[in-house]
């Protein structure tokens, strides 16, 4: 769960970066976005590590995006912030290493994998400038 937390509120954060073109400080971005600005760094750090944003350190720094918002994918997002397992992984959990368990975990990797592309691809439709309106 704590992963879908973090893409909900990194996408918050872009979206607010873009909205101008000014710097902005993380504690700026997380009261408008009601975060906590220590998990916002957090989140900004790993964007800041896929080049999605800059950040400039420093007294005048601040994050700002590395690319047009137009160019940024919720898919590119997702994956920066994706550090688990999706929750529908879990699933495998319920399987077990008898014959029944071993037959139904085939297809429910299976699912899995139809989830994942799924996911990517609705994610690959949406950029943050689709959510600026």
């Known amino acids: 769960m704590a992963q879908i937390k973090r893409f909900g509120f990194g996408v918050q954060a872009l979206i607010v970066l873009a909205s101008d073109s000014e710097q902005r400080s993380s504690t700026e971005i997380a009261e408008h976005i009601h975060c906590e600005p220590t998990a916002l760094r957090k989140i900004l750090s790993q964007l800041a590590e896929a080049g999605i944003v ?48 071993r037959k139904v975990r085939v297809s429910f990797q299976k699912i899995m994998t139809d989830i994942s592309v799924q996911v990517d691809y609705v994610l690959g439709t949406y950029t943050i400038a689709d959510l600026l309106d």
């Open 54 to 101: 800059e950040v400039k350190q420093g007294r005048t720094g601040g994050y700002q995006l590395a690319r047009s918002p137009q160019q940024i994918t919720l898919k590119e997002v997702y994956k920066s912030l994706h550090e688990e397992d999706p929750l529908w992984d879990r699933m495998l959990d319920t399987t077990g290493n008898h014959l029944f368990g």
